[in-house]
């Protein structure tokens, strides 16, 4: 996320509508974490999901999971204006 933050979304795969993917490498891992921006600019980076990779495609499932979290906090964000 520090690199999509220095370099903005050239650093992110993009996968489908808002969502984003970032890869992490562990010593005997790796990680993905979906995330969207938010705010006016996009300085905002929304992390919605973060599994272990175990395939080449993120699972139908993170990716759904990811947009119902996003398409919440939206829904919450209009009822506070």
Same mark, same amino acid.
């Given at each position: 996320?520090?690199?999509?933050?220095?370099?903005?979304?050239?650093?992110?795969?993009?996968?489908?509508?808002?969502?984003?993917?970032?890869?992490?490498?562990?010593?005997?891992?790796? !990680?993905?974490?979906? !995330?969207?921006?938010?705010?006016? !600019?996009?300085?905002?980076?929304?992390?919605?999901?973060? !599994?272990?990779?175990?395939?080449?495609?993120?699972?139908?499932?993170?990716?759904?999971?990811?947009?119902?979290?996003?398409?919440?906090?939206?829904?919450?964000?209009?009822?506070?204006?």
């Amino acid at each position: 996320m520090k690199e999509v933050s220095a370099e903005g979304l050239v650093a992110a795969k993009h996968l489908r509508g808002d969502l984003y993917e970032v890869k992490a490498e562990g010593p005997t891992r790796s !990680f993905r974490v979906l !995330f969207a921006t938010e705010a006016r !600019f996009g300085q905002v980076l929304l992390s919605l999901s973060a !599994f272990v990779k175990k395939t080449q495609k993120a699972p139908k499932q993170e990716l759904e999971l990811a947009e119902k979290r996003l398409s919440d906090w939206r829904a919450r964000r209009k009822q506070r204006k």
